[in-house]
């Protein structure tokens, strides 16, 4: 199966490069402005938002060129491979933030917090999905010597994303922790925006997963149930290689996550009223973990930690943990 699209290395750079140098003259921007700023912007700022922008964007855009043009030696003639499953992710980012900024106008806050902290929860998730599964490499990785020990005394791959390994638990622990350091500091509430953020999470995990499908990775246990899929023989994990058709595990997975959003989006307007500040991002916990510990009893390369399959203990007590905490909650409020 194709996995991805490969394009010349110039054509490639071309595009990557302006859009680098214009994100990085954004980024200095966003952090030159005054901390804490008000985001109560009056009509004329606004008006100006456009021109200012541009002020900041063009001359970016020159230098990205100029850059392109000066490294032009070392990237032309080299094909550069674009996978499936990167385009995915960033895919899933992208209506992550546009869900979450609808949610933030919804709740009255100023939707331009959303994409302030964007860059530094997907830099922080991605951070903690690479560590995740550093530290909890697959069974199938282990029987070819990549455990561990081996990352760690090959450093260059643990930042090597491109040959795959990323672990959802991770990504949302990196992306929360993200998202409270900005939380506090610019006086806002975590459990309220914890709350903003949980649909297009779900959202973004729906998207994401399609991309274990053009790896062929994530399957579940042999079936031959109608929609089973082929897994060609070089993905297939040892003892199995025989076998031709499995459950599609991120298929499961992609259509929980899309339950899951659609469940937060309606208790947000159902019971908006009863709710308190962080109670979303407590169901979310829930109902993930819920999905995460079924699907891992059809998962065949889960990974282990002294024996235990890691994964499914750890959603096990995060459901456990955070439907204490919103029963708490709750209750000492009606006490």
């Known amino acids: 199966m194709i996995n991805g699209i490969t394009l010349p290395g110039e054509y490639v750079a071309l595009v990557l490069i302006p859009l680098a140098c214009i994100f990085i003259s954004l980024l200095i921007r966003s952090i030159l402005e005054e901390k804490g700023k008000s985001r109560k912007v009056k009509k004329k700022e606004k008006k100006n938002e456009l021109i200012q922008s541009l002020i900041w964007i063009l001359p970016a855009l020159v230098i990205g060129g100029i850059l392109w043009w000066l490294l032009l030696p070392l990237y032309k003639g080299q094909d550069f491979k674009i996978y499936f499953y990167g385009i995915l992710i960033t895919l899933g980012v992208v209506a992550a933030a546009f869900l979450s900024q609808l949610e933030a106008r919804r709740r009255g806050f100023d939707p331009e917090y959303v994409w302030d902290v964007l860059f530094w929860v997907v830099l922080a998730g991605i951070i903690g999905a690479r560590l995740w599964h550093v530290f909890t490499p697959p069974p199938s990785m282990v029987a070819q010597g990549i455990t561990t020990k081996w990352y760690l005394l090959h450093p260059f791959e643990i930042v090597n994303v491109r040959n795959g390994g990323l672990g959802i638990p991770g990504a949302v622990i ?3 922790i993200a998202l409270a350091i900005y939380c506090r500091s610019r006086k806002l509430s ?3 925006f914890g709350d903003i953020a949980v649909p297009g999470l779900a959202l973004a995990q729906a998207i994401g997963r399609w991309g274990n499908f053009f790896n062929q990775e994530v399957y579940g246990q042999p079936t031959s149930l109608p929609w089973k899929i082929f897994i060609d023989p070089a993905h297939r994990i040892a003892g199995f290689q025989n076998v031709e058709y499995y459950h599609p595990l991120f298929l499961y997975e992609s259509l929980w996550n899309l339950i899951n959003m659609a469940v937060l989006l309606w208790l947000g307007r159902r019971f908006k009223e009863w709710l308190k500040p962080g109670d979303l991002f407590l169901i979310y916990m829930i109902m ?3 999905g995460r510990f ?8 889960s990974s282990q930690v002294a024996g235990i399959n890691f994964n499914q203990t750890f959603v096990a007590v995060v459901a456990l943990v ?3 905490l919103l029963f708490l909650s709750h209750r000492v409020r009606r006490a």
């Open 174 to 176: 990196g992306g929360a």
């Open 190 to 192: 975590f459990r309220t």
């Open 288 to 290: 993930y973990s819920i």
């Open 294 to 301: 079924s699907l891992e009893f059809l998962r065949l390369d």
């Open 322 to 324: 955070s439907g204490a």
